[in-house]
């Protein structure tokens, strides 16, 4: 009998999402990310199943879907009427969950299941272009309620096992988000966002790139992203940047590859891989 092919160490992601539903509708403005997201899946190693953290649910403790099939959360408002009809129907997968609540439970933290809730746009919009097949079975896990960048590197590096049993961890969110800031709609003022946004992207590219940094000073750069310039105008609030902190703490802050760096709705935008 044959041997069972071994699975390969799965990447960890970070990957902006873009503004709602924008990408799936080819808005022009996000047309680099649209390209980005429908073309990188030819060069990842294919996953069994994936675990995405979105920017978009948040909990006391951690939590994962553990339902089948889980439907669409269609979080977003003022839309054209066909953002309301996208379909994504790829599978959940309850064992996965399972086995993150046990991964959790031995490094003595709690999680807690939710059968009910449905993907949000921060996990169907870039699922959909990376695999539009719908065929590789997603876990949801929710970010925590305390935003703490420290809470968020310690629970994600209990999952880093999760990577050799051909799981595929993709935090989504935005390395810059200030609803006031992107240049939409008449909104924004593109020199502030620009400047902005180059000045928090350096320092986050720094933080994970830079060679000479090692896992334990890239994760305190990660650590004190505050200090950062300009970094609480790029995130009043930081639940779109607590996504990198997962990925990091997956990939336990070993260095990043930069996959994507553009400009997207007037900010400087950044992905990430960890192989």
Not at 79 to 89: A, G, N, R, V
Not at 97 to 118: M, T, Y
Request: hydrophobic residues 40%; glycine residues 8%; aromatic residues 8%.
């Amino acid at each position: 009998m044959a041997a069972l092919k071994p699975v390969p160490r799965m990447p960890a992601l970070c990957v902006p999402h873009g503004g709602g539903p924008m990408p799936l509708l080819g808005d022009p403005t996000h047309s680099s990310l649209i390209q980005w997201l429908s073309t990188m899946a030819k060069d990842l190693p294919r996953p069994l199943s994936i675990l995405t953290v979105s920017a978009h649910w948040e909990e006391r403790q951690p939590t994962v879907t553990s339902n089948t099939q889980p439907p669409l959360l269609y979080d977003f408002y003022g839309f054209p009427e066909e953002s309301y009809k996208i379909q994504y129907d790829a599978p959940g997968a309850p064992q996965l969950a399972q086995r993150i609540a046990g991964l959790l439970k031995s490094a003595g933290l709690s999680c807690d299941f939710d059968s009910k809730r449905g993907w949000d746009h921060g996990v169907f919009v870039p699922l959909k272009l990376l695999y539009p097949a719908a065929d590789i079975p997603i876990v949801e896990m929710s970010m925590l309620k305390s935003l703490s960048a420290e809470d968020h590197l310690r629970l994600r590096e209990a999952l880093t096992p999760l990577r050799d049993e051909g799981v595929m961890i993709v935090g989504s969110g935005l390395s810059y988000h200030n609803m006031q800031g992107f240049v939409f709609r008449g909104r924004g003022d593109p020199i502030t966002t620009k400047t902005a946004s180059q000045e928090f992207d350096a320092y986050i590219q720094d933080a994970l790139l830079n060679p000479k940094h090692s896992p334990q000073q890239r994760r305190q750069l990660l650590l004190d992203w505050e200090q950062g310039p300009s970094a609480r105008l790029c995130h009043p609030r930081e639940e779109h940047l607590l996504p990198l902190m997962v990925a990091a703490g997956a990939a336990h802050c070993g260095q990043a590859q930069v996959t994507f760096d553009e400009e997207l709705l007037g900010a400087r935008v950044s992905g990430y891989i960890w192989n």
